[in-house]
């Protein structure tokens, strides 16, 4: 084989049409290059569409291969999360009492300032309970409360809003964050499994309490639901911030 003179390496051989080869028909490193990356995506491509589903095809034809859902956790070992319920009749005592209620609502603050309110927990029981991951939340969305300590045996346990100034005189268990909407809403309780303990209130309007005076809406018996208006009463015993019983037990019928 032979070219016409030396050539350049860019220009082909008039000839021999040999520009791979040119400079005396000897392959060049950047036309060798050139050819072992076209060569390479050829092959990727082969593989991409031939030989990889082909592949897949064969897996899923194998014995004991099938397409169906992936297996249940139940059964293969994989701890389960709870599910979410909102069965109120979980946790309750004989006579039908929530073991954990939201007993007080002052949803209208204190004299000294109306942004100070506080809402109540009471453990019905005679055991303590772990409160550590539970939440109390509105279904406004505010406040939404992670709780945390422990609701000692027929005792109260008090959320107090922004600082422990919010109630004079009595010891907060809880700070939390956000108003409570003057004109109603709905708070639920949820265990640390996302049970739904206790819920209280309404969307509508407060089922009790006052602006003037600054009274709260105290829970009366225990077994009636938070949502129904008879479960519930205007406070009528002064303490520092009004009327109510942070933290003490309820009167007129509560406990």
């Not at 021999?16 to 400079?23: D, G, K, T």
């Not at 499994?193 to 407060?206: K, N, P, V, Y």
């Not at 406070?235 to 009327?243: D, I, M």
């Amino acid at each position: 084989m032979r070219c016409l003179g030396r050539t350049k390496s860019f220009i082909r051989c008039r000839r021999e049409a040999a520009w791979l080869f040119c400079n005396h028909h000897r392959l060049q490193p950047w036309a060798a290059m050139l050819f072992l990356v076209s060569l390479l995506g050829l092959l990727a491509g082969l593989y991409r569409d031939v030989i990889e589903p082909w592949a897949s095809e064969e897996e899923q034809q194998r014995p004991g291969k099938t397409r169906g859902p992936p297996p249940d956790a139940s059964t293969s070992g994989t701890a389960v999360a709870p599910p979410v319920t909102d069965d109120l009749s979980a946790d309750r005592s004989d006579d039908g009492t929530r073991e954990v209620i939201i007993s007080e609502i002052a949803w209208m603050g204190t004299s000294d300032n109306p942004a100070d309110e506080w809402i109540e927990l009471r453990n019905t029981t005679s055991r303590s309970i772990a409160l550590t991951g539970w939440e109390l939340n509105a279904d406004t969305g505010v406040p939404r409360i992670r709780l945390k300590g422990t609701l000692r045996p027929n005792a109260h346990f008090l959320l107090e809003r922004s600082d422990d100034g919010t109630v004079p005189g009595v010891k907060a268990d809880q700070i939390y964050k956000g108003p409570l909407v003057d004109t109603g809403e709905i708070l639920e309780l949820r265990d640390a499994q996302g049970r739904l303990i206790d819920r209280a209130g309404s969307s509508g309007s407060w089922f009790a309490g006052s602006k003037s005076p600054r009274a709260s809406m105290c829970r009366g018996d225990p077994t009636v639901p938070g949502t129904s208006e008879r479960g519930w009463y205007t406070a009528t015993t002064p303490y520092a911030g009004g009327l109510g019983t942070p933290k003490a037990p309820n009167a007129a019928g509560g406990r």
